[in-house]
């Protein structure tokens, strides 16, 4: 029997790195360039491959130890390469065949008892570059089940966890079943004061929850100049009073939207099953208001944005609100919207994150305008600016879509569209 001594090799700078992966076990058939360990410095990460074919006799690491150059990894039994990649094939046969069965066994068990048979407290293998792709999902990655050698999770495992609405759906249950409890108690600190959830919120949570944990979110943050079309707003007169008009900078948000999501249906749609591969693309436009009241948030929808003009929209907004405010809303114009506007341009601050109001696949979400200096033609001069934050269902629009819509809708914003709307 010939024995090799697989060592770190020459990693540049990866001095006393952590392991943060074991990729083979105790007797494995291993072949040349196939990875071993992954190491882990602030700056990268990489995979330590084999030097030879072989089959794994004893591992001198595990998960968490610090390497450097020339530390020993495994004693490798050098063993023919035929019968090497017999034994490889072998093993894959096995490992597949143990798949397909885990697989298989967690349909079943799903469909009997909706419980999960994966082991969740086992350690997981994925990359380094994996596991960054799954925590900007805000994915755990011991819960999803790799489809790579020794259940090893790839970035496809990844997304087909996310979309996979039902093992979510178990995945909530447990999540429901075993909560985090407390240790102590807050009054042990202090003065406390206990008081009812306002039911508003109490109702919308599970909306939230389930908008937050079904939805890959992503927010694209940019500005609009909106100088004009404040200047326009503001000039605004009665034609039979001479008074000056209250028309709410809302109103002409909402139009420049509705012309914006006629231009991409994509974001005037709904996914309701995204195992079915189908999506509803709405042909109406029945924008949703976040409307802020004593009782929690609320988002009825101003019906059919694109047959009205500024004026009437402005009216039907102060309409909707007070109808909120004092709870007259009927519930059913809570439903049925093609995409939400939620606006902290009344309160203050400039950029954040909305949540998408389910089951729509957008949100966009407004601050507080200010006056800025911007250099245009050589010069600098004061222009009114608005912030934009654009949440988007990643799974069916992508960073390059949301970044043209939310162009078009600058352009809606400026100086060329507010001339052009009806008053």
């Known amino acids: 029997m010939t024995k090799e001594d697989i060592k770190v090799p020459n990693i540049g700078e990866f001095k006393h790195v952590e392991v943060i992966e074991v990729l083979i076990k105790k ?6 360039n196939d990875p071993l ?10 995979e330590i491959p084999s030097t030879h074919d072989g089959k794994v006799l004893s591992l001198n690491v595990k998960l968490g130890d610090k390497v450097s150059e020339g530390d020993k990894i495994l004693d490798l039994e ?3 390469t035929i019968k090497t990649e017999r034994g490889i094939s072998k093993f894959k046969d096995e490992r597949e065949q143990k798949i397909k069965a885990k697989t298989q066994s967690l349909e079943n068990n799903y469909k009997r008892s909706n419980l999960i048979v994966k082991d969740f407290t086992s350690k997981t293998l994925a990359s380094p570059k ?5 925590r900007e999902l805000g994915v755990d990655v011991n819960k999803v089940l790799g489809s790579e050698r020794e259940g ?17 759906n178990i995945n909530t249950k447990i999540a429901k079943k075993d909560p985090i409890q407390l240790n102590y108690s807050h009054s042990e600190f202090g003065e406390i004061e206990t008081k009812d959830i306002p039911r508003i919120k109490k109702l919308s949570s599970k909306y939230l929850m389930n908008s937050w ?3 890959p979110h992503v927010t694209n943050h940019d500005e609009a100049d909106i100088t004009e079309m404040e200047e326009f707003r503001n000039s605004l007169t009665d034609i039979y009073t001479g008074e000056k008009k209250k028309i709410s900078p809302l109103a002409f948000i909402v139009k420049a939207l509705t012309a914006s999501l006629k231009k991409f249906p994509n974001f005037n749609s709904s996914i309701d099953e995204i195992e079915s591969g189908k999506m509803t693309i709405k042909k109406y436009y029945h924008i949703g208001i976040a409307v802020d009241t004593s009782h929690g948030l609320m988002v009825p929808k101003l019906r059919n944005a694109e047959n009205k003009n500024i004026s009437l929209i402005s009216e039907e907004l102060k309409k909707l609100s007070e109808q909120c405010r004092n709870l007259k809303i009927d519930k059913k114009e809570l439903f049925g919207g093609s995409m939400t506007i ?4 009344g309160i203050g601050g400039s950029f ?56 078009d809708l600058k352009e809606n914003l400026g100086s060329n569209f507010a001339y052009k709307l009806a008053i």
Not at 342 to 345: F, I, K, M, Q, V
Request: charge should be positive.
């Open 213 to 215: 944990t079904n939805i």
């Open 130 to 134: 994996a596991r960054k792709f799954a």
């Open 78 to 80: 050098i063993i023919d």
């Open 342 to 345: 939620t606006s902290l341009g």
């Open 352 to 407: 954040f994150t909305p949540i998408i109001n389910y089951p729509e696949v957008a949100i966009l979400g407004i601050g507080k305008s200010e006056k800025k200096q911007v250099f245009i033609d050589g010069k600098f001069k004061t222009r009114t600016i608005l912030p934009l934050s654009l949440s988007y269902d990643h799974r069916i629009i992508d960073g390059a879509e949301a970044a043209r819509f939310n162009n």
């Open 37 to 46: 360990i992954t190491i882990e410095s602030d700056k990268s990460s990489v």
């Open 152 to 168: 090893r999770v790839t970035e496809k495992d990844i997304k087909l966890f996310v979309s996979n609405k039902s093992i979510q």
């Open 27 to 32: 007797d494995q058939l291993v072949k040349k």
